[in-house]
């Protein structure tokens, strides 16, 4: 389809261990986002791309988490050492804009991911 | 910074019944307000959002929410619900004076639950 697309969709991982979620966003998009979703909660911003720039990160909650979208398009959110209280959806969104205006944002399904 | 408040975090109502659903935000600069629909395992999809201009908002599937300045408030209506609405609700909002990207932040949801 057109939508944003992220994988894997569910991710089990062992405490400790290192994991990789991948975003591709709606084609031509400049900007995306990573927000992280804690069960029963709303969505959190983590970070912010335009194009290829990390232009915010404030949201990334230690320094076990990493994102990058090299060439502008693809992004990965990485999260090393994974703890129990990484466990959440994992949403990407993406809009076609530099993101001011009120422009909508679209997200996708999201990563669900559940540290054991 | 912006927040957002949703005082609510069920609300069942019967199939054909009004819903209105509460929102309240904080903010020190004007701002743009969204509402977004979860359905189980899904994304976040854009219901409607406030820009400028009208107070009163029509979105998709029937909804419509009123912005009022001077309580802060943002509330999503509908006349008459169906199963079909059942879902999770977020309200968000942004900065609309960032020369910059626009940072999204969600309330922490309104569970809609709809009785046959």
């Known amino acids: 389809g057109a939508g944003v697309s992220q994988s894997p969709r569910y991710k089990v991982a062992k405490r400790g261990q290192d994991v990789a979620l991948r975003c591709d966003p709606i084609?031509?998009?400049?900007?995306l986002f990573w927000y992280q979703q804690a069960l029963g909660q709303g969505p959190e911003f983590l970070t912010y791309?335009?194009?290829?720039?990390?232009?915010?990160k404030s949201g990334l909650p230690s320094d076990r988490f990493f994102a990058e979208r090299p060439e502008g398009s693809v992004s990965t959110l990485k999260i090393q050492r994974t703890q129990q209280e990484d466990s959440a959806v994992y949403l990407c969104?993406?809009?076609?804009?530099?993101?001011?205006?009120?422009?909508?944002?679209?997200f996708g399904e999201g990563s669900w991911l559940t540290v054991v | 910074a912006q927040s957002v408040t949703q005082l609510d975090s069920q609300v069942p109502v019967f199939e054909e019944a009004p819903v209105e659903l509460r929102c309240n935000y904080s903010?020190?600069?004007?701002?743009?307000l969204f509402w977004y629909v979860q359905y189980p395992n899904q994304g976040l999809q854009l219901l409607l959002k406030?820009?400028?201009?009208?107070?009163l908002v029509k979105g998709i599937n029937g909804f419509e929410a009123e912005f009022n300045k001077s309580q802060t408030s943002f509330h999503l209506r509908k006349p008459s619900v169906h199963i079909s609405d059942t879902a999770e609700y977020f309200c968000?909002?942004?900065?609309?004076?960032?020369?910059?990207?626009?940072?999204?932040?969600f309330g922490t949801g309104t569970k809609l639950q709809v009785i046959p």
């Open positions: 969104a993406s809009s076609p804009t530099r993101g001011q205006g009120g422009n909508t944002i679209y």
């Open positions: 084609s031509g998009h400049v900007s």
């Open positions: 791309f335009q194009n290829e720039a990390q232009l915010d």
């Open positions: 903010s020190s600069v004007s701002v743009y």
């Open positions: 406030y820009l400028s201009g009208s107070t």
């Open positions: 968000a909002v942004s900065d609309s004076q960032s020369g910059g990207y626009q940072k999204v932040t």
